[in-house]
C-alpha cells in the first residue's frame, strides 16, 4: 500500500496525555479528537489550520460528538455520565453541560471510553471497571455496552465486559463490530438499525490467531466495507476483510499507541489516526515513539470513508 503519512498541520498534539476519538464533521468539514486522560476536546479546521481546544475539570473525556442540526451543541462523555455541552468551538470554556444519564451507578469508580453514533443517530459506548496505573488494566468483567437514543434513556446490551472500545457498521448498516480489547477479538452481530438490537454474535478476527502485536482499540469501516483497526501497542492500523477474517494492509505510524481511526476530508480519502502519548506516572514522550499523542493523516491508502462521522441526533 504506498501511502503517505504526517501530522496533521496545525494539530495540537497530546504527548502527555491519550489522543482518542477522532470523528469528522463532513458537514462543516472539520476534525473532532479528544485527550482523554487530559480531559481536553480539540476542534480542528483543515481550511484554516487552527485548532481549538477546551478542558472539562470533571472527568475523563473520551468521546466528542456533534450534535445534529444545533451547530454549537456537542455530544461528550465525561467519567461515567452523557452530556450536552454547548461551545462556540473557539473560546477555552463551554458555555453550559447538561448531563443526559450517568452509566454503572452500582460501580462508581466505572468510566465510558469509545463511543459513536449509528446511521440513525443513535449514541453507543461502553463502560470500563477502575482502571490501575500501576498495573495498566482496568477490572475485569465490570463494563456494559449501552445505547443511548433520543428518549435519553439508556439501553444496556452487552454485560460482564472487560474494556470496551472501539465499534462501527457496515455500509448496509445490517452488521455492527465491536472491540472488548481484553479479548483480542473483533466481533460482528447483525444490527436492525430501526430498534437498535443485536444478535448472533460472532468473530470476525481474531488479533491471537492472526499473530497481530497489541490489542484491538478503535475502528472504522471503508465504502467496501473493510474495517480499519487501530492496534494499541502495536504498529499502527490493521485493515481486515470482515467476510474472509484476513489482514489485507496496513497502515503504520511511529509509535506503538495508535487508538482510533476515521475517514474524513472533503471526499472522505483521507485517513486520520489519534494516538497516546506518555499518559501513564513516570513515563516519557521520548520512550514512546516519535511525535506519540499527535493526530497523524493518511493519504493515498486505496479506500473512502462511508458517510464521515453521525451525529447525535438529539433530545
Keep these: 500500500m504506498d501511502y503517505s503519512l504526517k501530522v496533521v498541520p496545525g494539530s495540537i498534539k497530546c504527548p502527555q496525555g491519550l489522543g482518542e476519538g477522532v470523528h469528522w464533521d463532513a458537514e462543516k468539514e472539520e476534525l473532532l479528537y479528544v ?20 478542558k472539562i475539570d470533571e472527568a475523563w473525556v473520551p468521546v466528542i460528538i456533534p450534535v445534529k442540526d444545533d451547530p ?16 462556540d468551538g473557539k473560546s477555552e470554556t463551554a458555555e453550559s453541560f447538561k448531563t443526559l444519564n450517568t452509566v454503572d451507578n452500582d460501580n462508581p469508580t466505572n468510566w465510558l471510553n469509545d463511543g459513536k453514533c449509528d446511521a440513525s443517530g443513535r449514541f ?45 457498521w457496515s455500509p448496509d448498516n445490517r452488521t455492527m463490530y465491536y472491540n472488548d480489547s481484553y479479548s483480542g477479538v473483533v466481533a460482528a452481530f447483525d444490527f436492525d438499525i ?99 499523542g499527535a493526530v497523524f493523516q493518511a493519504e493515498n491508502v486505496g479506500a473512502r470513508g462511508i458517510s464521515g462521522g453521525i451525529s447525535f441526533a438529539g433530545v
Design 35 to 54: 485527550d482523554l486522560t487530559g480531559q481536553k476536546v480539540y476542534r480542528y479546521v483543515p481550511e484554516s489550520g487552527e485548532c481549538y481546544h477546551l
Design 72 to 87: 454549537n451543541k456537542y455530544l461528550v462523555s465525561v467519567g461515567r455520565s452523557i452530556q450536552i455541552m454547548e461551545w
Design 124 to 168: 453507543w459506548t461502553g463502560s470500563v471497571g477502575q482502571y490501575s496505573f500501576q498495573t495498566g488494566k482496568a477490572d475485569l468483567k465490570k463494563g456494559t455496552l449501552y445505547s443511548l437514543g433520543k428518549d435519553a434513556k439508556l439501553k444496556g446490551h452487552i454485560s460482564e465486559i472487560d474494556f470496551s472500545n472501539g465499534l462501527t
Design 194 to 292: 430501526m430498534d437498535g438490537k443485536l444478535s448472533n454474535r460472532r468473530s470476525v478476527f481474531d488479533f491471537c490467531k492472526a499473530n497481530i502485536s497489541g490489542v484491538p482499540d478503535g475502528m472504522t469501516a471503508d465504502s467496501d466495507g473493510n474495517l480499519w483497526i487501530a492496534m494499541f501497542s502495536g504498529d499502527g492500523l490493521i485493515k481486515v476483510d470482515p467476510n474472509t477474517g484476513k489482514q489485507i494492509g496496513c497502515v503504520k505510524v511511529p509509535t506503538k499507541r495508535a487508538t482510533c481511526p476515521t475517514f474524513g476530508g472533503k471526499n472522505l480519502d483521507i485517513l486520520y489516526i489519534t494516538t497516546a502519548g506518555a499518559f501513564m506516572p513516570n513515563e516519557n514522550a521520548s520512550d514512546i515513539g516519535e511525535d506519540c
